[in-house]
């Protein structure tokens, strides 16, 4: 089968669509015949080298949706031809395939299309992993227009939460359709915001302004800034490495119920086919991406 990966670290060529022996469904999971998968954002600083130790060639994707063709062992209440979204292991990844097998997963919405579904289990299960963590009426999501970020202040709006969300000023508008209230990032950002019950930081590079806002590192988590540690700040991830977090998975079902009532979208911010994973790579590292980048097979 075509799946994407890449065999050395360096920039965006060096991803490419390789032939690989399909996977098969062991016990408790599941395997789809994909029909989009989810570009991991993450997954750049592993191909660059900044984030080195991955086992090379290394298989990229983490989030997929798909027609079921495999049920494993002890699997029940699923049956092939069923429709589905979710996510892989996160130390085997290889959703950006023609085939995926996946440990975690949930009815795709009908409201949702499949690039859509291809591109949520991943931001859904970060964005309430984080949540739960960041009890509180007010919130800002810094970052607030990128694959995760979107869906973060649609899941605290959702839960009743007052949510402030910074990006560039093409995005102001587009971020009060999700329920936010905009603001630019940079400097300034502590007088512009003032004070909040909690941060989710998406973007990185400003831990000591976020902290300033929300009054004390506890109250700030990080999903992209390798300086939290630095700060006091808890750097959330759920990679197959020490320190990762318990997987929110429960927030699928959160995440169905929502979209059924028209309360969750996942903004798209552009489909590639496999064969221009590169292009994918490229477009998430110019940082102007809105919602998440998609490969649809």
Same mark, same amino acid.
């Given at each position: 089968m075509k799946a994407v990966q890449f065999s050395q670290y360096g920039p965006p060529r060096v991803v490419h669509v390789a032939d690989v022996a399909e996977p098969h469904a062991g016990p408790g999971e599941i395997r789809i015949s994909v029909r989009a998968s989810g570009f991991s954002a993450g997954e750049t600083a592993i191909r660059s080298g900044a984030r080195k130790g991955a086992r090379l060639p290394f298989r990229t994707g983490y989030d997929?949706?798909?027609?079921?063709?495999?049920?494993?062992d002890g699997v029940t209440g699923i049956e092939p031809g069923a429709h589905v979204f979710g996510m892989t292991a996160a130390d085997r990844r290889g959703a950006n395939?023609?085939?995926?097998?996946?440990?975690?997963?949930? =009815?795709? *919405?009908? !409201?949702?299309?499949?690039?859509?579904a291809g591109g949520a289990a991943g931001a859904i299960e970060t964005a309430?992993?984080?949540l739960d963590?960041?009890?509180?009426?007010?919130?800002?999501?810094?970052?607030?227009?990128?694959?995760?970020?979107?869906?973060?202040?649609?899941l605290a709006v959702a839960r009743g939460v007052t949510v402030i969300g910074t990006a560039s000023p093409r995005n102001h508008d587009f971020l009060?359709?999700?329920?936010?209230?905009?603001?630019?990032?940079?400097?300034?950002?502590?007088d512009r915001v003032g004070s909040v019950d909690a941060v989710f930081d998406c973007a990185g590079g400003a831990l000591p302004d976020l902290i300033e806002i929300a009054g004390d590192p506890a109250r700030v988590v990080t999903i992209t800034d390798a300086t939290a540690p630095q700060h006091g700040v808890h750097f959330s991830h759920s990679a =197959?490495? *020490?320190? !990762?977090?318990p997987l929110a998975v429960h927030g699928l079902a959160t995440a169905i119920k929502l979209a059924e009532e028209g309360r969750l979208k996942i903004p798209v911010a552009a489909t590639f086919p496999?064969?221009?994973?590169?292009?994918?790579?490229?477009?998430s590292e110019g940082r102007h991406a809105r919602g998440k980048i998609v490969y649809v097979n």
């Open positions: 997929a949706a798909g027609v079921v063709d495999e049920v494993g395939a023609e085939y995926a097998v996946l440990v975690h997963w949930a =009815a795709k *919405p009908a !409201a949702w299309s499949w690039a859509e309430t992993r984080v963590q960041l009890p509180g009426e007010t919130l800002l999501v810094h970052g607030a227009a990128g694959g995760v970020g979107t869906v973060a202040v649609q009060r359709s999700l329920g936010a209230e905009p603001t630019t990032y940079g400097p300034g950002l502590v =197959a490495i *020490p320190g !990762a977090d496999l064969s221009q994973a590169a292009a994918a790579h490229e477009l």
